[in-house]
C-alpha cells in the first residue's frame, strides 16, 4: 500500500498552531472590520477558490541545459496523481490536476479516472501536446503542427487533438487546451499569413469534435521554441481566432508568454470585455517564459490581474467563467512544495483583491483622486491575508502550514523507497 499522510498528522501539526492562528484571525477580523469589510465573507470566497495542478508540474522539470531529478520522482501518471492527492489534502485548494497528452498516457483511462477519484482529485482541461515527435509517430512536427505547410502533417496533429478530447471524455475533463509550438526562426521561412488560414482550418475540425457542454482554450505565447515569428503569438491573434471559430473558442492566459514589458492585467480585462477569457496558466517570470513559481518573483502583478477578475465577478461580466491552472517546471525545489505555494499565493492575490474597498476606489476614481484610487488599491494588497488562507484551509481539513506538515510528514522520503529512481523516467518536460 503506498504512504498516504494520515489524517491524525495533520490534526497534531493543526493543533499546535490553532491558538496562534485563532488570535492572528480575530486581529484580522478587527482591522478588516475598521476598513468595512466582512473577514467572514473573504474566508468563505477564499475557501471556495480552486485552482488546478499540473501533471507534468509534480516531476522535476528542466531546462535544454540539464535536469536533476529529486528522489522519490513520479514514474507514471499513477504516481503523480498521489502527489497531487497530496497537496489537496493539505492545502484543499487544488481539487483537480489537468492532463498532458502522451505524457499522461495509459491503456484503460477508467481505471485511471477511479484512481483519480479515490485519491479525491478531479480532472480539468486536457493539454495536447504536438510540439514533440513520439517515438513512432508517423510525420514530424519539425517544422510545424496545426500549421505545418503539409496537409498530412496537419490531419496527424488533428487527429492527435480529436484523441485528447476522446481521452477527456473519459477522465471528465470539459476544455481542451490547445498550445501550438508552431513559428520561424528566420524571415521569409514561412508565410505569416497562410499559416494563420492553416491554424483556423486545422482548429475548426478540432472543434467540430468538442462535445457540446466543452470548451477549447486557445493558448498564445511571444516565442519559444521559435525565435522569429510564433503563429499565435499574442492575444489579439488569439482572439481573432477565437472570434472566427466559434462561441467555444476561449483564450488562456499563460502569465510567462508576454514580454516584460506587456500589462497583462489589462490583457486580461480586454479579454473579459469580449468574453473570451479561457482562464489562466498562473506562473512568474523576469525575463522569458520561467516558469517560476507563481508569486514569487512579481506578486504585486498577480494581485493585480485578480484585482480585474474580482471586479468582473462583482459586476457581473457576460461570460465571465475562467478555468484556473497552475502551469510551472521546478528545477531546484521540491516540486510538491513549489505547487503548494503556488497555490496559496494565488488563492492570496484572490483574497487580497477581496479586501480593496471597491466602492470608495471607484468615487476615487471618478473624482480622479489618483492618489486615493491607487491607495485603496494597495491597501487591498498590503493586507496579510494568511490567517484567512490558513483558516480556509483548516476549515476544510488541510494544514494549517501545508510545508511544514508535509516535512514532519517524511512524504517524499517514503516515496524515495516507494519509487526506485527509473532512468531516463521524466515528467514530460524534458
Ligand atoms: C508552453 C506551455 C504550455 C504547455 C507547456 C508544458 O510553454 O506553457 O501550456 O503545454 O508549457
Ligand atoms: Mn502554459
Keep these: 500500500m503506498s504512504y498516504r499522510i494520515p489524517e491524525s498528522l495533520i490534526a497534531e501539526e493543526n493543533a499546535r498552531r490553532a491558538s496562534a492562528l485563532e488570535d492572528e484571525y480575530a486581529a484580522l477580523g478587527r482591522q478588516l472590520k475598521r476598513r468595512g469589510l466582512d473577514i467572514e465573507t473573504i474566508t468563505a470566497k477564499a475557501a471556495a477558490y480552486a485552482v488546478a495542478v499540473p501533471t507534468w508540474g509534480v516531476g522535476t522539470g528542466g531546462t535544454r541545459f540539464g535536469r536533476f531529478p529529486g528522489a522519490g520522482e513520479p514514474r507514471n501518471v499513477f504516481d503523480k496523481l498521489e502527489d497531487c492527492a497530496t497537496i489537496q489534502q493539505l492545502t484543499r485548494v487544488t481539487p483537480t490536476c489537468s492532463p498532458h497528452i502522451p505524457w499522461d498516457k495509459v491503456g484503460d483511462y477508467r481505471e485511471l479516472a477511479e484512481r483519480a477519484k479515490a485519491l479525491g482529485v478531479g480532472f480539468d482541461a486536457i493539454n495536447s501536446n504536438t510540439f514533440q515527435d513520439q517515438p513512432g509517430q508517423k510525420l514530424s512536427y519539425k517544422f510545424g503542427s496545426l500549421t505545418h505547410a503539409s496537409k498530412a502533417v496537419r490531419d496527424q496533429a488533428v487527429a492527435h487533438n480529436i484523441e485528447c478530447i476522446e ?29 494563420f488560414d492553416w491554424y483556423l482550418e486545422s482548429l475548426t475540425a478540432i472543434y467540430a469534435r468538442l ?7 486557445l493558448e498564445h505565447k511571444l516565442f519559444e521554441p521559435a525565435f522569429y515569428s510564433t503563429v499565435i503569438s499574442d492575444w489579439g ?6 472570434h472566427a471559430l466559434g462561441p467555444k473558442a476561449f483564450c488562456l492566459v499563460d502569465l510567462g508568454h508576454h514580454a516584460p514589458t506587456v500589462n497583462v492585467e489589462q490583457v486580461v480585462a480586454r479579454l473579459i ?3 473570451r477569457l479561457a482562464g489562466f496558466h498562473f506562473n512568474d517570470s ?12 512579481d506578486p ?11 471586479d468582473a465577478a462583482e459586476r457581473k461580466a457576460p461570460g465571465f467563467d475562467p478555468a484556473y491552472m497552475l502551469d510551472q517546471s ?13 497555490a496559496i499565493e494565488v488563492q492570496r492575490a484572490y483574497s487580497q483583491a477581496l479586501a480593496v474597498d471597491r466602492p ?29 488562507l490558513a483558516e480556509a484551509r483548516r476549515r476544510r481539513g488541510g494544514a494549517i502550514d501545508p510545508v511544514a506538515t508535509y516535512r514532519a510528514s517524511g512524504y517524499r522520503a517514503r516515496k524515495a523507497e516507494e519509487r526506485p529512481a527509473v532512468a531516463g523516467s521524466s515528467s514530460g518536460i524534458v
Excluded at 173 to 190: C, E, H, M, R, Y
Excluded at 286 to 297: E, F, M, T
Design 273 to 275: 470585455r469580449a468574453g
Design 167 to 195: 481521452i477527456g471524455e473519459k477522465l471528465g475533463s470539459k476544455a481542451l487546451t490547445v498550445w501550438i509550438a508552431d513559428g520561424s526562426n528566420f524571415p521569409g521561412q514561412s508565410n505569416l499569413d497562410r499559416v
Design 211 to 217: 462535445p457540446g457542454d466543452w470548451r477549447v482554450f
Design 286 to 297: 523576469k525575463y522569458g517564459d520561467d516558469d517560476l513559481d507563481a508569486g514569487s518573483i
Design 360 to 388: 470608495a476606489q471607484k468615487a476615487a476614481q471618478d473624482d480622479s483622486d489618483v492618489i486615493e484610487a491607487h491607495r485603496l488599491l494597495k491597501a487591498g494588497f498590503l493586507t496579510d491575508v494568511s490567517p484567512i
Design 330 to 342: 521546478h528545477n531546484v525545489t521540491d516540486p510538491i512544495e513549489s505547487l503548494m505555494m503556488s
Design 300 to 310: 504585486f502583478r498577480l494581485f493585480r490581474v485578480f484585482n480585474e477578475l474580482v
Design 237 to 242: 491573434t488569439s482572439l481573432m481566432a477565437a
